[in-house]
């Protein structure tokens, strides 16, 4: 989300709103439009179930996003190994214990949400190796 300095502490919070990549922001912005106006085309033009569903989560993962890329590159750098061990005890609950949708076992049911640990996977072993090539000693 930040232009640069992505690795620099001392910034403040205001300062990270000013290198916040706005335009990146309003590409994510437009595509999140464009996907609720299908849903309420799916929906038949009227707001029912699916469109209510997918605002409440563009909404509220937009957020998300803006807060998660506050954090200092370097804290995610520091939890990937943690972080990868305990995607891959969820890898193996999934085979266990997982939700089994189109024909497939591939979901954990958080009660509020459906999460695939793969799709968490990809992004820590990306983080896994950057870290590893930043701190080759772990």
């Keep these: 989300?930040?232009?640069?300095?992505?690795?620099?502490?001392?910034?403040?919070?205001?300062?990270?709103?000013?290198?916040?990549?706005?335009?990146l922001l309003?590409?994510?912005?437009?595509?999140?439009f464009i996907s609720l106006s299908t849903m309420y085309s799916t929906d038949g033009?009227?707001?029912?179930?699916?469109?209510?569903s997918?605002?409440?989560?563009?909404?509220?993962?937009?957020?998300?996003?803006?807060?998660?890329?506050?954090?200092?590159?370097r804290f995610w750098f520091s939890i990937s190994y943690i972080a990868y061990f305990i995607i891959i005890l969820m890898l193996v609950w999934t085979i266990n214990f997982g939700i089994t949708a189109s024909g497939s076992q591939r979901w954990i049911n958080l009660y509020l949400i459906n999460i695939?640990?793969?799709?968490?996977?990809?992004?820590?072993?990306?983080?896994?190796?950057?870290?590893?090539?930043?701190?080759?000693c772990g």
Excluded: C, W
């Excluded at 793969?118 to 080759?136: A, G, Y």
């Design 54 to 73: 997918h605002f409440v989560k563009f909404v509220f993962f937009t957020g998300l996003m803006l807060v998660i890329s506050f954090f200092n590159i």
């Design 116 to 136: 695939q640990p793969s799709e968490l996977m990809k992004i820590f072993i990306i983080l896994l190796e950057i870290s590893s090539q930043i701190h080759p």
């Design 1 to 23: 989300m930040y232009l640069h300095n992505r690795l620099e502490s001392r910034n403040n919070f205001f300062l990270k709103i000013k290198e916040i990549d706005f335009i």
């Design 26 to 32: 309003a590409g994510i912005l437009i595509l999140g």
């Design 45 to 52: 033009g009227q707001i029912l179930f699916h469109t209510k």
